[in-house]
Every structure is written in structure tokens, then in C-alpha cells.
């Protein structure tokens, strides 16, 4: 049992650091990016190239996946989604775009990076064992508590700063928050880069323990949105929690399930489905959106 | 000075048309083979490995001069499709290489693309080489697909005999993808270990082919304390996570797997912990390559950055296709010809050292010669490379 809660809250730290982002896009500019997972797969190849290929520090890889990350997030949002949704009112043409730019940046992908898994070595060595009853690596200990510390310093960061409250108050209401000399376009970029930034921090935090790959960012994105799902789509708190929700079934119907084959997931979005036709929107989610 | 700018005109032009014809002259015709199969996603070092290896063996050939198939001198062209590992998609794939008039495709890759590939193949006259493992594709009364590899039921009773017999196995557990390939190639492993007595103590346990974390997948697996651990079917991408979680959960057994791996990817994934991994290799070990096969894995990595230990098996159906032809010039667009070749064929394999023969094999599995022969190399992992465990031979 304590194995699985300890599981389950390290999949959850990871989890709910990859929802951050997208439900930050979300909040901020009503954009469902289908393109979180390769972002996030991005950031591990970055990571893996400047620390296996260049021998830099591990460090500066990850720091350098978090700045490049912004710098393609921001890019983004400036060239692609801002004239998209500056010209069209029909949400739908974001979604495609994101869609768009998720089949682009695999190929990218592909291009720049090749096919083949790539990992970085252990950035901790050794395990720890509690009597056979918790076993966990100290590399992934490291890793979640670096999650939980992201997760804290992005809370923080949106309480306490101007740019965090600009944000919030864009995310409230953009009208509004205009009429109050928010500059609604420099704060959307800055919302995306952050959250792309999120997002490559992660692929470059789980680089050094699952790899990475090119066929990681769909299925990763698909995740990203059932936490959104649970947690309340546009809420950083409901993100939060459906991170540590997913990350806990996950955990517990591996152990559990695992006799009756591969029905962890199945089990998940049959609950799912249940879940919003109950509640909607979400956990934490208001009803009117 | 206008006459002899006329004059210039006119030699260059005369010049212009005579090397035309002779670049003309000089032209080989092409022949075309198709690869349809996985270059993208969790396996596509697979589909990868496979075409290019192609692409490498069709540029040398063609720096050589082309090959010599009957009176005609061809170059050889790849064309390729990703199927991104699904059946649709390759079925759209082996669909283009018919509009293209290609008789020979090497793919797919996986299972369920390869069986979706049939009813094209058979349409439209094109002999096919999957690296996938269906009986039904190579028995009777099918007969266009050719099995580009060793298949699970070919190596897994040889893999378990050795380690029980050398290791001291008795309890094996299996972990498979939910996936029709990984599944099918578990219940073959299951029913392999069995027969040989051994003690099966978890085959349930599946995991989902996108999961990055397999400690909580192993777990329960683990707990039942195996001596072997075996990944049925296991993607070069999983491979090196699934070890060093068992590993790291203190699992102190062996692991192993049916399918070829390549030993930069575990290194870079696992590190030392993958020491001791067995899987079934390419099919010239160093003891084994010739110095055209070393001559391949130098071009190979001089095109594409890094060599794939995949290719060392990988580099033979293209082979296998030309010297078929060249036995049986008929068979350029004529598939029943190439099978009626395919019964006979025996020349020499440049890949191998000694007196190797490139010939089709697969009676005793299939009932007909529907396999292209290639030595069964298992491999064992060990700080960073693989080292040959055993070589067998399939009949």
C-alpha cells in the first residue's frame, strides 16, 4: 500500500506540472493546445543534446530546455495563435491550428532530433528501500520533489507578481483587465511562453528517468487534458489536484487491476465519463465556464 | 565577330547534344522497391533501421554501376512510406507501391500492418517482406509475404532451453505492450515455456505502449520473484525504462526479449543496468561479418550519423530481392516467377565470413520456403555493446 500512495504521488507531481501549462494557455487565451505533449518532448530532447551531446552540466540543460521552450512558446503565440485569434472568432480554428502545429513539431522532431529513444545517465545513483514496503530511486525522489518545488515557485509566482496577477486578471476577464490597462497581447505571450516553458522543464526533469521519444507528445497531451478534464479546465488549482488524481489511480490501478490485463485506463475514462456527466466542469471548475 | 559568335553557339550546342546522348547511353534504367513501415513514433528505430539500410545498400550499388539483372543494368531507387504502425495506413502505403508498379516491398514492421498489407500484396502482384510474425502469412495457401527476420517462436524456445539449461531458470514471468504484436508474441513465449517445463508465474501483466513509468507496471510482476523476466515483444523505446525499473526495484534476475534492440539506446537508458539483458540480435556478429558487412555498417554510419545494430539483419532483404532477380531475370515484374525462384536459390551471402549461402528457408515452421535465411544471433548486453550469447541456425 505505501508503495502505491508513494507511486501514485510521484506520478502525480509529474503529471500535474504538465497540466499546469495547458491549463494556463487555456485560462489565458481559450486555447486548447494539442501541442503541450511535443512541447514537452521538445524539452527533453533539449535537455539530452546539451547534456550527452555538448557534456554540459545537467543544470544547464535543463535550464536551457526551460528558456528555449519560452522563447518557442512566445514565438508561438506571437506568429500563430495571436493573428489566428485576432481574425477569427470560431474557437475551433485555434484548435486546429494547435493540431496543426502538433503534426509540425513532430516533424520537426523527427528532423532534428532522429527516431530512436533518448535518455541522459542518472543524475542520482542509488535506491531507497524501506524494508521492501517503499522502494523508490533517489533520482525519481529528486525529480518529484523538483515537481513540487516548480509547482510551488509557478503558485507563487502567479500569487505575488505583477506579471502573475496580470495574468490572473486576464484570466478572469480580458475585458476588463484591459479597461484596467492590462496589455492583454504582452501577457498572452508571456502566459504561453511560461506555460511552454512548463512544459519543457518537465521533458527535461523526466529525460533522466523515462527518455524521451518522438511518439511521447500525443499521448502525453491526452493525459495533460484528462487532468484538465478532472480538475476544472482553466483553474491552475484544479490542474493541480487532477494531476495528483490521475497520478494516484494510475498507481493504484496498475497494482490493483493488474491481474485482469491492461485496464487501468480503461477503468479511468469509464470513471471520467461518469464523473462529467455529473460535474462538467470539473473538480474546481465553475459551472458557467 | 558575329560569325564567330554563330560559330561558338554551334559548338556548344553540338557539344550540348553529344553529351546528352551520351549521358543518355550512360543512364541505367530504375528499379524500383517499396519499404512501407514504422519511421516514426516509439518504434520507429524498426522501420528506421530498416530503410536505411536499404538506402544504404542501394546507393552503394549504385556507385558500383548498378546492378546487372538479365541484359539491364539497373540503379536501384527506395521508395518509401511511413505507416506510423497502423494497418490503415500501411494498407495506403502498399497501395501506393501498386500505383507505382513496384512488384517488391520490404514491411511492414509490426503485425497487424503486415496482416492488413495481404489482400493488396496479393491484388496487385506484390511479393512482400514484413518483419512480422503470423504463420498465416507464410503458410499456404498465402504465399507473397516472405519473413524478413527470426521469429519469436523461433528464438524464444532456443533463448529459454539455453537459460534453463546454462542459467538455472525454472520460474518465468512476461510483460507485454496492449498490443496485438507484443500479446501474440506473449502467448507464443508462454506456450514456448511450457513445453519446455518451465514455471509461468505471471503472464497477465500489460502494459499501455505510451507508459513512461513502468515501476508501478512491474511491481506485482516482480513480487511473484521470477528468474527471468521476459518483455514480450518490447519496442526499443521501452526496452531500457522496463529494465531499469525492475532493476531499481531490485530485481537481481535475467531479462530478455524476443526482438533486436539497439545497444545505444539501452545504454543511454538504463546505462550498467542493462549488463546482462538478453535479446535476439542482428545477424552478423563481429566473430561472423564479412568485411562487406563491415563495409556496410561504414557507410551506414557515415550517411546517417550513427549505425543501427538492427541493420545488421535489416541489410539482407533488399539482397534477398536483387539475387533473386538476378537468378531469375523474369521475375523483375513477374512475382510467380520470383516464387518459383525462391525454391531454389543458393549464392553467396557477402555478409557472412566462410560459406554462407543466401537462400530461403522456412519448411519446418511454415510448410514452405517463406523465410529468408539469416543466422539466429542472441545477444547478451554488456557495457554498452552486445556480445554473442549463441548463434542457431532456422531450417
Not at chain 1, 233 to 259: K, N, R
Not at chain 2, 49 to 70: D, L, P, Y
Amino acid at each position: 500500500m505505501e508503495q502505491i500512495i508513494v507511486n501514485g504521488l510521484y506520478l502525480g507531481a509529474q503529471y500535474a506540472l504538465i497540466a499546469l501549462g495547458l491549463t494556463l494557455i487555456f485560462s489565458l487565451m481559450n486555447v486548447l493546445n494539442f501541442a503541450h505533449g511535443q512541447l514537452y518532448v521538445i524539452g527533453g530532447f533539449v535537455t539530452y543534446t546539451v547534456s550527452v551531446k555538448l557534456g554540459m552540466p545537467y543544470i544547464v540543460a535543463l535550464i536551457s530546455a526551460g528558456v528555449s521552450l519560452a522563447i518557442i512558446g512566445a514565438i508561438l503565440e506571437k506568429f500563430l495563435f495571436r493573428p489566428v485569434i485576432r481574425k477569427s472568432v470560431r474557437e475551433e480554428s485555434t484548435m486546429l491550428l494547435a493540431a496543426g502545429v502538433a503534426f509540425f513539431l513532430d516533424a520537426l522532431i523527427l528532423l532534428l532530433f532522429g527516431e530512436k529513444q533518448r535518455g541522459i545517465p542518472k543524475i542520482v545513483n542509488g535506491v531507497f528501500n524501506w524494508d521492501f514496503r517503499i522502494i523508490m530511486p533517489y533520482d525519481r525522489i529528486l525529480i518529484g520533489c523538483l515537481a513540487v518545488l516548480f509547482i510551488v515557485l509557478f503558485i507563487t509566482y502567479m500569487q505575488y507578481s505583477k506579471t502573475g496577477r496580470a495574468m490572473r486578471a486576464l484570466a478572469q476577464d480580458k475585458v476588463a483587465a484591459q479597461l484596467m490597462g492590462v496589455n492583454v497581447e504582452l501577457y498572452s505571450m508571456i502566459g504561453f511562453a511560461l506555460a511552454a516553458m512548463l512544459a519543457g522543464t518537465v521533458g527535461g526533469l523526466l529525460v533522466s528517468i523515462t527518455g524521451v521519444n518522438l511518439g511521447m507528445g500525443g499521448p502525453t497531451s491526452i493525459k495533460a487534458f484528462m487532468m484538465v478534464m478532472i480538475g476544472g479546465a482553466g483553474v491552475i488549482s484544479g490542474a493541480i489536484a487532477g494531476g495528483f488524481i490521475l497520478g494516484m489511480l494510475e498507481s493504484i490501478g496498475l497494482t490493483v487491476l493488474s491481474d485482469f490485463g491492461d485496464i487501468t485506463y480503461l477503468v479511468i475514462f469509464a470513471s471520467l465519463m461518469v464523473f462529467l456527466a455529473i460535474r462538467p466542469q470539473g473538480l474546481m471548475g465553475k459551472p458557467w465556464g | 565577330m558575329r560569325k564567330l559568335t554563330t560559330l561558338a553557339g554551334a559548338a556548344t550546342l553540338a557539344a550540348g547534344v553529344a553529351f546528352s546522348a551520351m549521358t543518355a547511353q550512360a543512364a541505367n534504367e530504375v528499379l524500383k522497391i517499396g519499404f512501407v513501415g514504422v519511421t516514426s513514433g516509439p518504434a520507429a528505430a524498426w522501420g528506421t533501421s530498416n530503410v536505411r539500410s536499404m538506402q544504404t545498400r542501394a546507393e552503394w550499388i549504385n556507385e558500383m554501376g548498378g546492378v546487372k539483372i538479365g541484359n539491364t543494368t539497373y540503379d536501384v531507387e527506395i521508395v518509401t512510406f511511413d505507416d506510423q504502425k497502423d494497418p490503415k495506413r500501411a494498407i495506403a502505403g502498399m497501395e501506393k507501391m501498386a500505383k507505382e508498379g513496384i512488384h517488391y516491398v520490404v514491411g511492414p514492421n509490426v503485425d497487424d500492418g503486415a496482416a492488413a498489407v495481404r489482400p493488396v500484396a496479393e491484388q496487385n502482384d506484390i511479393i512482400y517482406f514484413p518483419y512480422a510474425f503470423p504463420k498465416e502469412l507464410y503458410t499456404a495457401p498465402a504465399s507473397n509475404a516472405v519473413l524478413g527476420m527470426i521469429a519469436n517462436y523461433q528464438s524464444g524456445p532456443a533463448i529459454y532451453k539455453y537459460l534453463r539449461d546454462n542459467k538455472g531458470v525454472k520460474k518465468v514471468a512476461f510483460v507485454a505492450a496492449n498490443e496485438s504484436d507484443p500479446l501474440s508474441q506473449r502467448d507464443g513465449g508462454v506456450a514456448a515455456a511450457k513445453a519446455l517445463g518451465l514455471d509461468v508465474v505471471s503472464s497477465n501483466v500489460t502494459y499501455q505502449v505510451d507508459t513512461t513509468d513502468f515501476t508501478p507496471v512491474l511491481t506485482p510482476v516482480l513480487q511473484k520473484r521470477p528468474d527471468l523476466l521476459v518483455l514480450s515483444g518490447v519496442a526499443p523505446a521501452n526496452a531500457p525504462q522496463l529494465i531499469r525499473s525492475a532493476r531499481e526495484l531490485g530485481y537481481q534476475g535475467l531479462i530478455s526479449t524476443e526482438t533486436a534492440q539497439d545497444a545505444t539506446v539501452l545504454k543511454e537508458g538504463a546505462g550498467d543496468l542493462a549488463n546482462g539483458f538478453i535479446s535476439v540480435g542482428g545477424a552478423s556478429t563481429p566473430e561472423i561479418a564479412s568485411e562487406k558487412m563491415k563495409e556496410f555498417v561504414t557507410r551506414y554510419t557515415k550517411m546517417f550519423g550513427e549505425y543501427n545494430d538492427e541493420s545488421n539483419t535489416k541489410v539482407y532483404a533488399l539482397e534477398y530481392i536483387l539475387e533473386t532477380m538476378k537468378a531469375n531475370p523474369k521475375a523483375i515484374d513477374d512475382v510467380n516467377e520470383f516464387k518459383k525462384t525462391i525454391n531454389t536459390l543458393s549464392v553467396p551471402n557477402i555478409y557472412m565470413k566462410g560459406d554462407s549461402k543466401l537462400k530461403y528457408v522456412g519448411n519446418s515452421s511454415f510448410g514452405q520456403k517463406r523465410q529468408i535465411f539469416v543466422p539466429m544471433v542472441v545477444n547478451e548486453y554488456r557495457n554498452g555493446a552486445f556480445e554473442t550469447l549463441f548463434i542457431a541456425e532456422v531450417d
